[in-house]
């Protein structure tokens, strides 16, 4: 089975503070992806990246980046964490690109800023 | 526990009954659907698959029906059990997009 897993659970930050995500995945896959999820908005792509040291913005970019120097692990950073930024963040990865193989999910990172 | 959507359509049924999830996909264009599950605390789990080739594909215990001249997409679950309680949600997508487009989600309640 497929392994991707996010390094902490639950994360509380303060206004102004820098945030690292990580996530790591053990399937040698080559594309991943960090998502939000929140009620009533449901998914949105925040960055994805289809190879080491490669991202590409997904819909919501804006105050987050990314980081990929490895192929199994893809950090999202929060340079400046606001309060608007409390969200369930997730990570998945992939084989192949999207729309022809499915994307598997972390468990997630529930993020509050204060 | 933790909840993925704060008004979602929610489907009850019997523990052995089926279930019967519905789904409309909003581009003509996709080719490539997925249902994921989500429990409660935890990320969405793959479950099943189907390319815009084929109407109906399946798995153990589940069965995915794909309408393409309505836009329609549908899992089924035979035999529902406690487990299966989650939130459900399905995703389009086609080989010339980066993106997934995942719907909101419908919360399944399975009762003894």
């Given at each position: 089975d497929v392994k991707v897993t996010q390094s902490s659970r639950y994360l509380v930050k303060r206004t102004g503070e820098k945030v690292f995500l990580e996530c790591v995945q053990d399937m040698d896959h080559e594309n991943m992806f960090w998502y939000r999820q929140d009620p009533g908005l449901g998914l949105r792509l925040i960055y994805f990246s289809y190879d080491v040291k490669m991202?590409?913005?997904?819909?919501?970019?804006?105050?987050?980046?990314?980081?990929?120097?490895?192929?199994e692990r893809f950090s999202l950073i929060l340079e400046s964490a606001s309060t608007n930024q409390t969200s369930m963040y997730l990570c998945a990865s992939s084989t192949d690109r999207v729309g022809t193989?499915?994307?598997?999910?972390?468990?997630?990172?529930?993020?509050?800023?204060? | 526990?933790?909840?993925?959507?704060?008004?979602?359509?929610?489907?009850?049924?019997?523990?052995?009954?089926?279930?019967?999830?519905?789904?409309?996909?909003?581009?003509?264009?996709?080719?490539?659907?997925?249902?994921?599950?989500?429990?409660?605390?935890?990320?969405?789990?793959?479950i099943i698959d189907i390319r815009s080739n084929m109407d109906k594909r399946q798995g153990q215990r589940v069965t995915v029906l794909l309408n393409k001249t309505v836009k329609h997409l549908s899992l089924q679950i035979a035999a529902t059990q406690p487990g299966d309680s989650a939130v459900y949600f399905c995703a389009e997508s086609n080989y010339n997009t980066d993106k997934l487009i995942f719907g909101t989600g419908t919360r399944l309640q399975v009762f003894p």
């Open positions: 991202k590409e913005k997904g819909d919501i970019p804006e105050g987050y980046s990314v980081s990929r120097e490895k192929k193989s499915p994307l598997h999910f972390g468990n997630g990172t529930r993020l509050t800023v204060t | 526990g933790e909840s993925v959507g704060l008004h979602l359509p929610t489907l009850s049924v019997q523990e052995g009954d089926n279930s019967i999830i519905n789904c409309a996909y909003s581009n003509s264009a996709s080719d490539y659907f997925i249902w994921y599950k989500q429990e409660s605390g935890k990320g969405p789990q793959f």
